[in-house]
């Protein structure tokens, strides 16, 4: 009997040291070299019939870098969101791999705007700046994605056109690094308007006004590791896990927050595979 206890606890010690091997190897050298298209539908009510099925690609937290996300991953992050044929790409920030004390692996951002220009979609493509590009120089990243064709919306708002109606795309400055002028910048989108609001950072959700039907949110890498039955033990947000990853309803309006592609702190990522979304939005007419 004794013989039998010891034999089924070697198997069963043996058994567990293989699945935490397993699931190492996993979270450092497989899922995050992965890039997933996440397919989601989202249905808004009172949204204009002339933009109902509007397809947007969220691209968030490339944090390109000359180990792991180099040029060649950026041309296949180009290459599979033009696959997807979106009707509008936006860049939800975080190009650069941590601040400036990062230049043994920095990879500079004209080189990340260069490959990026080539993203395509028929209503265009528009970024706003995160935390580390901040932390860097988000100056010099505007410079070097505007020289290549693609605005960087900071604070700033720009009139789109679908089937004959209009809507505008407002960037909201970085909650952590920069001035907050919200209410300010949305009056920039002519009252009553249709608007859709980018930012890095989607602490800002509860800010935002319910005028604002839907906000587009990175930064959170949806936690990087997502635990059985435990959860995203790590979230960079003061409302823990409430803005992790994906669709947000509250307070009569919409949240979609992507897990982005690169990492950052630590190169690890389980059970949290990095996506491009292409996010279709849809109209709803009857009352929640």
């Known amino acids: 009997m004794r013989k039998r206890i010891l034999k089924a606890f070697r198997a069963v010690l043996l058994l567990t040291l293989l699945t935490i091997l397993s699931c190492l190897v996993w979270g450092f050298f497989i899922e995050p070299n992965r890039l997933i298209v996440h397919q989601d539908t989202i249905q808004i009510e009172n949204w204009p019939a002339e933009l109902s099925g509007l397809r947007i690609a969220l691209i968030g937290d490339i944090h390109t870098d000359n180990r792991f996300i180099d040029e060649k991953k950026l041309k296949k992050i180009v290459e599979l969101t033009n696959a997807q044929n979106p009707d509008l790409v936006v860049l939800l920030g975080d190009y650069i791999q941590g601040g400036r004390d990062n230049a043994a692996h920095r990879v500079e951002p004209e080189i990340?705007?260069?490959?990026?220009?080539?993203?395509?979609?028929?209503?265009?493509?528009?970024?706003?700046?995160?935390?580390?590009?901040?932390?860097?120089?988000?100056?010099?990243?505007?410079?070097?994605?505007?020289?290549?064709?693609?605005?960087?919306?900071?604070?700033?708002?720009?009139?789109?056109?679908?089937?004959?109606?209009?809507?505008?795309?407002?960037?909201?400055?970085?909650?952590?690094?920069?001035?907050?002028?919200?209410?300010?910048?949305?009056?920039?989108?002519?009252?009553?308007?249709?608007?859709i609001a980018l930012t890095h950072n989607p602490d800002l959700f509860p800010d935002l006004p319910q005028s604002v039907p839907l906000l587009l949110a990175a930064h959170t890498h949806g936690g990087q590791v997502n635990l059985p039955l435990i959860g995203?033990?790590?979230?960079?947000?003061?409302?823990?896990?409430?803005?992790?990853?994906?669709?947000?309803?509250?307070?009569?309006?919409?949240?979609?927050?992507?897990?982005?592609?690169?990492?950052?702190?630590?190169?690890?990522?389980?059970?949290?595979?990095?996506?491009?979304?292409?996010?279709?939005?849809?109209?709803?007419?009857?009352?929640?």
């Not at 705007?113 to 528009?126: M, S």
């Not at 679908?162 to 002519?190: C, E, I, M, Y």
């Not at 992507?258 to 389980?270: D, K, L």
């Open 112 to 195: 990340t705007a260069a490959q990026l220009k080539n993203l395509k979609a028929p209503l265009g493509v528009y970024a706003i700046l995160g935390n580390h590009d901040w932390w860097y120089n988000g100056e010099k990243v505007r410079r070097a994605f505007e020289s290549e064709g693609i605005p960087i919306l900071e604070d700033e708002a720009r009139e789109l056109s679908r089937n004959g109606k209009s809507f505008w795309l407002v960037g909201l400055a970085d909650l952590w690094t920069r001035p907050q002028h919200v209410q300010q910048t949305l009056a920039k989108a002519p009252s009553g308007s249709t608007v």
């Open 232 to 288: 995203t033990p790590v979230v960079p947000s003061r409302f823990g896990s409430k803005y992790t990853a994906g669709h947000v309803y509250e307070n009569g309006h919409h949240l979609y927050v992507t897990t982005g592609i690169g990492t950052s702190i630590m190169r690890v990522r389980f059970r949290v595979a990095p996506e491009i979304v292409i996010l279709t939005i849809n109209g709803e007419q009857s009352n929640r």
